[in-house]
C-alpha cells in the first residue's frame, strides 16, 4: 500500500471516531467550514478519501484539529510517533544521572570541541572492539 492510500485509510478512521459519516460532501462542507485559505472542490476531498493525493501540511493541520487527532498521526500513522518515542525511551531509559550531565555538558560546548571529542570517543569504540 502506498502512502496516498494509507493516508485515506487514517483519514476515514479519523472521520468515522469523530462521528462523521464517510461523504465526501461532509469533508468538504467540514473543512471548508474551518480553511481560510482558497475552498477544497468536492473531488478534491474526494481524491483524499480514495487515496489518490494527500493535503498539503496547512491543510493536514485543519483536518487534524477538526478531527481531534495529532496531525503527524494523521500524516504518518501512530507507527513512527511509536518508533520515535521508542527511540527516546531507549535514551532516557539507559542513562543514569552521571550520563545525562555528559551529555549535556558535550552538547554545552563549542562545535570544534565536540568535534575532537566525538573523535576521542570513536576511537576508543574502534579500540574496544578488537
Known amino acids: ?3 496516498k492510500q494509507e ?3 487514517r483519514l476515514r478512521a479519523a472521520m468515522t471516531s469523530a462521528g462523521y459519516e464517510l461523504r465526501p460532501v461532509v ?3 467540514q473543512f471548508n467550514a474551518r480553511y481560510w485559505g482558497k475552498s477544497m472542490t468536492l473531488q478534491g476531498v474526494r481524491r483524499w478519501l480514495r487515496g489518490e ?3 498539503t501540511q496547512e491543510k493536514l493541520q485543519v483536518l487534524a484539529e477538526w478531527l481531534k487527532i495529532e ?3 494523521l500524516r504518518f500513522g501512530s507507527a513512527t510517533s511509536q518508533k520515535i518515542l521508542d527511540a527516546k525511551h531507549r ?3 539507559g542513562l543514569d544521572h552521571l550520563e545525562r550531565e555528559t551529555f549535556a555538558a558535550f552538547l554545552a560546548l563549542p562545535a570544534a570541541q565536540r568535534k575532537v571529542l566525538r573523535e576521542v570517543i570513536f576511537t576508543f569504540a574502534k579500540a574496544h572492539k578488537t
Open 71 to 73: 496531525p503527524h498521526v
Open 7 to 9: 493516508f485515506a485509510e
Open 53 to 55: 493525493a494527500i493535503p
Open 1 to 3: 500500500m502506498n502512502q
Open 91 to 93: 535514551w532516557d531509559s
Open 27 to 29: 469533508l468538504e462542507r
